[in-house]
């Protein structure tokens, strides 16, 4: 089992470690007194298990109080967006990015959840201030409106956000306080127009809703985390028809990370409770454990290759 571990020889402690795309980048953010985003060179074919602290990580961003716990590469590996919680929930999140090659001019921008294009240097925003669906050309400088977004504020549980492969369709959530309710949304263009239609809601605004789509985007994943009831359920939703199947559900809480849908469609791979990594049969509703050197979040690499992206390392499965 290979994993890509970052040493670190100054203070402070390592978390959130992320591959970049193409696999040659590692990225990782660091609390104390060296608070900050990191990247260095990192060869996802080489065998090492440690990277070298030798290696010269790039300070790309960072202050006394940083505290983000989300950030993302973008498709190119050329940024990396990042939300930057406000200490009372409310509008002043941000959503912050910056370029990989050096330590450059920051840019911010509202918001409380944030997600890549699938390709070029496109960014989607959720902002809530401005009750909208926003989406950034960071190439060319311009912003624009792409649906409508209504969001009661939480640090605990931000709103998520997922385009389609093929980058036609949003997907994002809205947690509803009010009406102790979590909707989710889907963003198209229709006759010309782009439309914000409800998806879907599950009931209470503590459950954790992780949305993943289908290799070929025909389909819409839930991974749904309920903290109130304490129950932890997966439902498909087929062809974004209906409001849909439900293929996983158990007693107690799985970890609130995002499932991966194999490349092939044919099962769906997620974190299960006791750091188990399972793939769940489509056809046959099967759970199969599976061998992995540690706890993360799944991807799969553009060449097939299933990665765990956890706190302090890159777990590459078999």
Do not use: C
């Not at 100054?10 to 696999?23: A, E, I, N, T």
């Not at 990989?100 to 960014?123: D, I």
């Not at 107690?252 to 997620?270: K, R, Y």
């Amino acid at each position: 089992m290979r994993t890509l571990e970052p040493e670190f020889d100054r203070d402070g402690d390592v978390s959130q470690v992320r591959l970049s795309p193409d696999g040659q980048q590692l990225a990782f953010t660091v609390n104390g007194k060296n608070a900050g985003l990191y990247v260095g060179a990192a060869d996802a074919e080489a065998p090492q298990k440690t990277l070298s602290s030798k290696i010269s990580w790039r300070k790309l961003v960072g202050y006394n109080d940083w505290n983000t716990t989300n950030y993302k590469w973008s498709p190119e590996g050329r940024h990396i967006a990042y939300r930057i919680a406000a200490g009372t929930p409310g509008l002043d999140d941000r959503v912050g990015w910056v370029p990989t090659e050096k330590r450059g001019k920051l840019e911010w921008m509202a918001g409380q959840g944030f997600a890549w294009a699938n390709q070029n240097s496109v960014l989607y925003v959720l902002d809530a201030g401005a009750l909208s669906v926003m989406r950034h050309d960071l190439s060319k400088g311009t912003s624009r409106k792409v649906g409508d977004f209504h969001h009661h504020h939480s640090n605990i549980h931000p709103p998520a956000l997922v385009p389609s492969p093929d980058g036609s369709k949003l997907i994002y959530t809205s947690r509803n306080m009010l009406e102790d309710a979590t909707h989710v949304f889907i963003s198209q263009r229709k006759s010309g127009e782009v439309v914000s239609e409800p998806l879907t809601w599950i009931p209470g605004a503590s459950v954790h809703v992780h949305p993943f789509w289908s290799p070929k985007g025909v389909s819409v994943g839930l991974h749904l985390v309920h903290y109130g009831l304490d129950t932890t359920g997966m439902v498909l939703v087929d062809k974004l028809a209906g409001d849909g199947d439900t293929f996983y559900e158990r007693d107690g809480l799985d970890p609130s990370a995002t499932p991966a849908w194999t490349p092939d469609g044919n099962a769906i791979v997620f974190q299960r409770e006791g750091d188990a990594l399972t793939k769940l049969d489509l056809a046959t509703r099967e759970l199969k454990a599976m061998e992995a050197g540690g706890r993360g979040t799944p991807r799969f690499l553009p060449g097939g290759q299933l990665v765990l992206e956890g706190d302090n390392a890159i777990y590459f499965v078999d």
